[in-house]
């Protein structure tokens, strides 16, 4: 992701991979420290789900939190 810097604007959204076609979510508009810290509040199952969105970038929370 390239734009991780604490005040970047992202979409927090989770991916529902169950639904019919992989529903998405919003969770959540604002920034990477706002965004990151909603995701982390998350059961573990929502969690495997949830991925930021930057204007240039996508990266599933799960791989900047083992990053």
Do not use: C, I, K, W
Request: glycine share 6%; charged share 20%; aromatic share 8%.
């Amino acid at each position: 992701m390239r734009s991780t810097y604490s005040e970047a604007t992202v979409r927090l959204y989770h991916l529902d991979h169950e639904a019919e076609g992989g529903a998405a979510e919003t969770l959540m508009y604002g920034t990477f420290a706002e965004a990151m810290a909603m995701a982390s509040q998350q059961p573990e199952h929502v969690q495997a789900g949830l991925f930021l969105a930057t204007d240039n970038d996508v990266v599933a929370y799960l791989d900047l939190v083992e990053s």
